[in-house]
């Protein structure tokens, strides 16, 4: 029988790497998977820190479990360039970060003690994607993702593949192929019995067909009372595949669900409903450990676009990311936009090929997930290469003929040889270089970027981001304008109905090269910072969602009478799903409705206070006696939420908020926490930039300094599991609050 194991306890780390010393256990220090080479600073590093190589080494004990078997390690992935030694001897190079390779020991493991050795390579190697030119971002080297033992009969499933048809149809059916892994070249004869199982674990309908070759395919037709895959209500289902020769049994699963999804000219459809796309682009990127975070982590990032962003499509710019992640999307409901690694620039020929098989590796890794409705083909945002595009998505349709292809550009009238027209239209912004000439445009017209003369299947894929980097302590009146940046392109993109949506750069900001970003290697373009903290731009997005899924009211204002220039709060945009928003301010008192005038394609538009609805005078003199404020939020003409800003805001409380109360103790499990200054309205202190001191007693620790500063009042952590169980203290001290402790379990 198949067992997979975690392969991630007591490796040992060392910088460097010997070739003379390979089947040798060299001293190291002790680590865990998933691990980063280098702990960096939060920011003001040298990112060439970690462009080197670094040696992993682990001792794998033989098991009389092994024998007659076929025993491998997977690793989920390594960055970048990864070549592993059984005993000193290579047995499989890999040179993408992220995607999964195998090892396969079997036959050469000895009786007594193996030493896998691993050297990881963290260079800019150029002739892999996405090196050789300059990239937005860091591929901190490590083994940065699980890795697994694995062990099978020498005959076993390789892979399986499902594919739904006529979804919408009453009578569904599914086509299961299973890919048969055969090394030694035995004969394979045998059975495969697939079953396919509701979400419970119940059966539903099995098949069993005789195999001798490298695949067999059963099909499950005339099935009913299946349930689809939805954002509302994502059901899943699975395949249990047995396969038996006479070398043994193997048994695998996978997780699929019944759903259709398509671009088209006239928008996207999902499940033969039209679904405007909004969503945000995220980076596989952490604080101190970058890519290095196990499951909980990714899992929670995908919670965050979902249930605090609202948004329902992600795009994994601009490389694969963590199982545990799109994982976590086909359970949750949220869209992906998935893309091969790259960043404008096209290597060489043997570049390309790698990229090609980047395509297949991308794809043969995630084809069973629901989540992901389109494949990226291109490098992000490269120049035409006919020959090149015409490869990778000859090989994405042939490989997975139920998804279309997109390929981001931001180069207009781009060659289209993918399905879907995928376009980072930065456009809004352009009217203020010298010279341009143009008003303020959020969007650019389909065919002026196309350069066709007809619609075409057409997704935004970014905007924003760079075009006004915005920190999460910036000027009230500078967070205003993010605001209405974002407001302004998804207002543009609900508008027309031939873009299939918009996903705006980007979810939070992110280290980066000295070449980009603000000098101090972060670009701050998210929507929320680095600890996923919302900036007023986050609310833009949240506020889109349904009252009865959540009422959101967001007044975009720290209510000073000084921070904006001149002085006030006007225009005063509340990001909101109320119908009605009331302000009330010493004697003044204002209702609003939603701002139709200016955004009238959102599901919800802000309430603005300009002034339409109040004079200068009335709300924001400089010199003038500055009072608290209350808004109110109505639905169908009843309060349903209120705020409350007071106008002389003092330190008053410390929030410690965690994301959980408990951590898995095995898995270096980890949970993020965050840490506020709070005045008396329990509003963050927006620049109070002071230190806060960390202490952890128990089975954690802290990833990342013990003593960290505020950044708009506002900062956060990750504790990790050190392996045993207990209960965790978490005390946070700073000298304006009282200290706050939280208590936590390892279990
Ligand atoms: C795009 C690029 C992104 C990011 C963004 C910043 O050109 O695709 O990776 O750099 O700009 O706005």
Known sequence: MRSVAAFNESWTFREGFSPENLGRAQDGQPVTLPHTAVELPFNYFDEKAYQRAFTYQKVLNWDEAFAGREVSLIFDAAMADAVVYLNGEETVAHKDGYTPFEARLTGRLKKGENLITVKIDGSENPQIPPFGGRIDYLTYAGIY??????????????????????????????????????????????????????????????????????????????????????????????????????????????????????????????????????????????????????????????EIMKHTLKCNIVRTSHYPQSKWFLDHCDRIGLLVFEEIPGWQHIGDEEWQQESIRNVRRMIERDWNHPSIVIWGVRINESQDSHDFYAETNRLARELDPTRQTGGVRYITESELLEDVYTMNDFILGNEELPGANRPRTPLRPQQENTGLSRDVPYLITEFGGHMYPTKIYDQEQRQAEHVRRHLEVLNAAYGDPSISGAIGWCMFDYNTHSDFGSGDRICYHGVMDMFREPKFAAYVYASQCEPSEEIVMKPVTIWARGERNIGGALPLTVLTNCDEVELRYGSLTKRLGPDRENFSHLPHPPVVFDHRSFTPDELGVWGMEWED?????????????????????????????????????????????????????????????????????????????????????TTGFWLQATGETGSIKLEVASPRFASQSLSLTAK
């Open 145 to 302: 993702r699980d890795v697994w033992l694995k062990l099978t009969a020498p005959v076993s499933i390789a892979n399986i593949k499902v594919e739904t048809a006529e979804v919408l149809a009453e009578r569904k059916s599914v086509r299961v192929r299973c890919d048969i892994a055969n090394p030694q070249k035995l004969s394979a004869k045998g059975t495969v019995k697939v079953t396919l199982r509701s979400q419970d674990g119940a059966a539903l309908a099995s098949a069993e067909a005789d195999t001798a070759g490298e695949s067999v395919t059963l099909s499950f037709n005339d099935l009913t009372e299946i349930s689809f895959w939805q954002l509302e209500n994502p059901v899943l289902y699975s395949v249990d595949v047995e396969l038996v020769t006479d070398h043994g049994v193997d048994r695998h699963a996978a997780t699929f669900g019944f759903r259709t999804a398509s671009f088209t000219a006239e928008g996207f459809v999902l499940n033969g409903k039209a679904l405007k796309l909004r969503g945000l682009n995220r980076h596989q990127a952490f604080p101190y450990v970058g890519y290095a975070m196990g499951r909980s982590a990714q899992e929670r990032d995908a």
């Open 629 to 713: 404020v209350h808004f109110t939020g109505y639905i169908g003409g009843k309060p349903v939420v209120e705020q409350y800003m007071v106008a002389n805001p003092l330190p008053t409380s410390l929030e410690v908020e965690a994301d959980a109360d408990s951590l898995h103790a095995g898995e270096r499990d980890t949970v993020r926490i965050i840490v506020r200054a709070l005045d008396q309205a329990r509003s963050r202190l927006a620049f109070l930039n002071e230190a806060i001191s960390i202490k952890v007693d128990g089975p954690a620790r802290v990833i990342g300094p013990e003593t960290v500063a505020f950044q708009g009042g």
